[in-house]
């Protein structure tokens, strides 16, 4: 199997090194980069491509949400765990809506960051079991489908809006200036982020939450 490939994010260069560090001991990952800087950290993912990205909130010159977002909108094939001394809830629940794949305190043990780092490659969500408010940010049963829209980026409410419409993946690609690729792995992480296993529940749902009108 190919290596995990890691961008580490974080303006604090002793941070780093010590992040840097834990990453290196995980069997089968690597780390291909540092970033100090939003605006570095985006170049780099440009010429890197990686895989994961360990993401600090607070950084100059593009904060994380700010790279987050980009992230999200461009690269949304690429993991982002935000990892950061905020530990309070409305930082986690920020990060989860705006497309974090998971949320990991600076505080957490080496093993916890191993664990989060194999979760969120895997294609779920890691959230730390210290951070505050866990049952909100994982979107419980008594959350309604208006409350998971609002979790929803913009680029994945417009793709959900053109499946809607019946759309092909190839058109939407077309219509949205990316690739296929893409358009599938934002398909997939909308039916992992609403519980929806088809097309057809897409379909209904964007219905339900009057994303489209039905004449």
Known sequence: MNPIRVLIAD???LVRAGIRALVERIDGVVVVGE???GSEALDLVRQLSPDLILLDITMPDGNGFEVLDQVTKLYPEIRVIVLTVHEAGEYAIRAVREGAAGYLPKSAASTELEEAIRTVVSGKRYISPETAQNTIIEQGRGATKRDLLATLSPRQREVL???AE???TKQIAQE??????TVETHRAQLMERLGIHDVAGLVRYAIIVGLIEVE
Do not use: P, Q
């Open 11 to 13: 303006d604090h260069a």
């Open 35 to 37: 970033a100090g800087k």
């Open 161 to 163: 809006r053109l499946i």
């Open 166 to 168: 019946g759309r092909t």
């Open 176 to 181: 949205l200036e990316i690739s296929v690729k």
